[in-house]
């Protein structure tokens, strides 16, 4: 079984361009996880989705970010415009239904110039 | 509000000789506790997890964990390390009630030399 599925892996971009990252996570997870991995820190939720339902946005910046999943199964993270500040690691994960353990896809590393 | 502390940056250990990572939690109720490993450039792996119970939980890769409720802690233990062991250590705490979001700590890196 393929596990959750992130691309790109890398992406560096100038600062005030747009840039979008795609999941794919294990078919029958209906829950899905956007993080946000400053270095030398531990994941720190953005949106936590059930189905196509953003249940819990509280920590994203909605001035700038933005979050769908349509269909309830792949989902994709977008800035714009990018700031410095958000260079990061962007992680998602999945989870089935009333199940604990989450697992993550290998990130996207973004740096912004 | 929930919170968890690692309280060391870093632990170097011996090869053979034991390991502990320390993790303290703060969360109204009970809680959900976890422990993630992640290897470089890849994402985090679940290692174990406490949710009732026996105290002592066993996880993958021979790690286990103590829950321990007077001290709110969640220490991860193995007997014996491996240099393979050698890696960044997340724990993780989330409050026993619907819609809670999962909150992680700032990480331990595992240093395991031979």
């Known amino acids: 079984e393929a596990g959750v599925v992130q691309s790109p892996r890398y992406k560096i971009i100038e600062k005030k361009q747009p840039v979008a990252f795609w999941c794919n996570p294990i078919?029958?997870?209906?829950?899905l996880y956007w993080y946000r991995q400053n270095l030398g820190q531990g994941p720190e939720l953005l949106i936590r989705y059930e189905n196509e339902e953003a249940v819990d946005d509280s920590q994203l910046p909605k001035d700038r970010f933005s979050a769908e999943r349509l269909k309830g199964v792949d989902s994709t993270l977008k800035i714009q415009p990018a700031e410095l500040g958000d260079s990061a690691v962007y992680l998602c994960a999945s989870s089935q239904p009333g199940y604990e353990k989450l697992f993550f896809g290998s990130g996207t590393q973004l740096s912004v110039l | 509000a929930q919170s968890v502390a690692q309280p060391e940056d870093q632990v170097n250990v011996a090869e053979g000789n034991p390991l502990t990572v320390k993790c303290t939690y703060s969360?109204?109720?009970?809680?959900?506790l976890f422990w993630y490993v992640q290897y470089p450039n890849r994402g985090l792996q679940f290692l174990l997890k406490?949710?009732?119970?026996?105290?002592l939980v066993k996880g993958s890769y021979g790690f286990e964990a103590e829950f321990n409720k007077s001290q709110t802690s969640f220490h991860l233990k193995k007997p014996s390390a491996l240099v393979s062991d050698s890696a960044l250590y997340f724990c993780?705490?989330?409050?026993?009630?619907?819609?809670?979001?999962?909150?992680f700590g700032k990480g331990t890196t595992l240093s395991v030399s031979s």
């Open positions: 969360v109204s109720g009970n809680p959900y």
């Open positions: 406490y949710i009732t119970g026996d105290n």
């Open positions: 993780a705490v989330r409050a026993n009630q619907a819609g809670t979001a999962l909150i």
């Open positions: 078919s029958g997870h209906n829950t």
